[in-house]
């Protein structure tokens, strides 16, 4: 079997990958980690997989995070290649912008809501619906040849595939201490709220990145294709 080591592009220390992380350690699949935030470049990288975290900023900011323009294109690589790219959030906006879609801003979403599979679209062992985390103020158009994957009741563009790379704009790395820490600065009531339906929800959040994560894993080599 071809060696397999993911590198993790993380843009800010509050957004590390989390669940997955824990996941790739259970299999014993090594990690790269890539702290842009600390080195504003990115290296030269020929990891099997390539997993592309959230942050703050947006993937029209090149002027100020030069590594969002290198991101793209190694996006692009990686596509061109069919390598597997998971991207979360920020992460998939930069798959969208990486083929040429638009990225603008939308209604912010903070905390958990419903999405459901795009008509038409399957991913085996995902629901029809389902509750994801969301922390966004951002939303993403689809490049050509991409199709969408799932909807949400309030920003619709919730989760594309475009050839190797699937982007959720949902947060399914999410753990327990990821939420309290980004709802620090939230009303009580609101924060109260926001952590009494991630210990509600969070379980089956865990459970369906299992399936998200297990399939980009699974990718090996040349010619990935997620559905």
């Not at 990288?45 to 592309?52: E, T, W």
């Not at 990225?103 to 958990?112: M, T």
Request: net charge negative; glycine share 12%.
């Amino acid at each position: 079997m071809e060696s397999r080591e993911v590198a993790v592009l993380q843009h800010v220390p509050e957004e590390p990958g989390g669940i997955i992380e824990e996941l790739a350690a259970t299999r014993e699949i090594p990690l790269r980690r890539v702290r842009l935030y600390e080195t504003n470049d990115l290296p030269r990288l020929d990891s099997s997989h390539l997993l592309v975290l959230g942050g703050p900023m947006s993937v029209n900011d090149e002027a100020e995070y030069r590594y969002l323009r290198q991101e793209k294109e190694l996006i692009r690589e990686r596509v061109r290649r069919g390598r597997p790219v998971l991207g979360v959030c920020l992460g998939a906006q930069l798959i969208a912008s990486a083929g040429g879609a638009p990225v603008s801003r939308c209604e912010q979403e903070l905390g958990w809501s419903m999405v459901g599979l795009d008509e038409g679209a399957s991913f085996s062992g995902l629901p029809e619906r389902f509750r994801v985390f969301q922390m966004h103020g951002e939303t993403f158009g689809l490049p050509a040849g991409a199709s969408l994957l799932c909807r949400g009741e309030r920003v619709s563009h919730q989760a594309l595939v475009w050839k190797s790379a699937l982007g959720v704009q949902f947060h399914l790395e999410l753990t327990g201490e990821m939420a309290a820490d980004w709802t620090k600065g939230c009303q009580p009531g609101e924060r109260t709220k926001i952590l009494e339906e991630t210990r509600r929800y969070l379980p089956e959040s865990h459970r369906l990145c299992g399936i998200i994560a297990g399939k980009f894993f699974s990718g090996a080599g040349e010619r990935f294709s997620w559905i």
